[in-house]
């Protein structure tokens, strides 16, 4: 199929029809994801602690408690993630195409 400067190549679905672009797909690890989420859980910690009181007599101190969680498992998201980007930096692949470390 020959193309010119502005047609993009089509794949058929069905009874649709899709242009596919030329664009490079992202390289995308999850840490900055993992650190802007975590970030955020730890501002809504920060921002709650002077409200201590009033959410404790409103049964509402578990939102306190929440962000609490979300920060914890951000921080193991987080290792998790840098680790998994360190492991596939340094992944090779064999002539099989088996992986190797």
Known sequence: MELSGDQHPEHDVGRSLYAIADVEPLDVDGVRTMEVGTALWLVGFVALLPFYG???????LWWLWTCMAGLGLGLFG????????TRAATSVTDAGGRRRT
């Open 78 to 85: 987080l290792e998790y993630c840098r680790r998994r980007r």
């Open 54 to 60: 009033p959410l404790q007599d409103s049964g509402r």
